[in-house]
C-alpha cells in the first residue's frame, strides 16, 4: 500500500522504491524498465498515494511489488481490464499497467483492442523477451519463427505478431518503442507516456538472459535503429509500415502521437462519475420470467 513519506523536491527515483527487492534473475532487462519507471514518476513527481500499478502474471508482471504505489497483481492476462476498472471508478488515479509479451498478447490478446478503441486515459507498458520467463521458456506470440525451446525442440513454426502494429491499428493515440539497455530514453517514453491523455501503449525490448539467450542484448543492439527523424507522429500508415520495414530492425522512440477525447471525457461530461444508477428490482425480473 502506498503511503505519504516525506522527499525532496523533485523526488529522486530511489523514493518510488518499495521495502521489496526484485527478485528478476542478474542481468534481466526488467531492471532497466523499473528504473526507468522510477525516473519518469519521479520528473512527473506523481503522488503514490495517487498511483495504481496493475498486472497479470510472469516474471514482468511482478513489477507492481517493487514499486511505491497501490498494486494490484491479477490473474494472468487480466491486468488491463482491472487497470481500466479502477481507471472508471476514479479517473483521478494515475494507472500504470505492466506485464509481458505473453500475458499482455497471448491470453490477455482479446482485451488490448477494447483498452486502445476507447482510449482510456493510463499507460500500458510490455516488457518483451518474446517468451514466457516466468514458466521457464515456452515460445510466446512475438516469438520469431524457428525459436528452440524445450516445449519446441524442432523450432516454432508460427508466424510471429507485431505489437506495436497492433496497437497502432487498434486505435491506440501514443505508441512508443524503448529499449531497457537505454535507460535514459525509457524514462523520456514513459514520461510522454504517462503525461499523454489517453491510451498510451510503450513496448519494451527487454532481453531473458536465461530462457531466451538468442535474444538477448547482442541482438536487440544490432537490430535496433532510432526512428527516422523526419517521421511524423500523426502518420499512422507510415508509423506502421515502421513496425516491418526494413525487416528485422526494431525502430526506437514515439512511433505515433494524437489528441482524441479520452473515455472518461466522453462518458463523465463534467469530469465527475455520473450517481450510481438506482438499485435493479431484481424480484420483479425474477417474477416476470417465472
Ligand atoms: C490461467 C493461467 N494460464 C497459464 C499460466 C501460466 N503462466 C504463468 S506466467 C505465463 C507466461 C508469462 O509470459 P510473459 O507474460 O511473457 O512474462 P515474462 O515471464 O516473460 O516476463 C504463463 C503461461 C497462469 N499462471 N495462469
Ligand atoms: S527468467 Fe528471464 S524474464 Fe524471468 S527474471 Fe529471469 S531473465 Fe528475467
Ligand atoms: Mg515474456
Redesign the pocket.
Known sequence: MATTTEHTHPPKPSFYKSDRKPVWCAGCGDYGVLNSIFSALARIEVDPNNLVVTSGI???SRMPGFIKAYGFHGAHGRALPVAVGVKVANPELEVLVVG????GFSIGGGHVAHVCRRNVDMTYIV???????LTKGQT?PTSEPGTVTKASPYGTVEAAIQPVALMLSYGATYVARGYSSQPKELAELIERGIRHKGFSFIHVLSP?VTFNKAVGYDYFGSHSAPIPKNHKLDDLYGAIRMTGDPPDTFYLGVFYEVQRPTYGEQVYKDGRRPDPAPPIDTERIIQRYS
Do not use: H, L
Request: glycine residues 24%; charged residues 20%; hydrophobic residues 10%.
Open positions: 510472469g516474471c514482468s509481458g509479451d505473453g500475458d516488457m518483451d523477451n518474446q517468451i514466457y520467463g510466446s531473458c
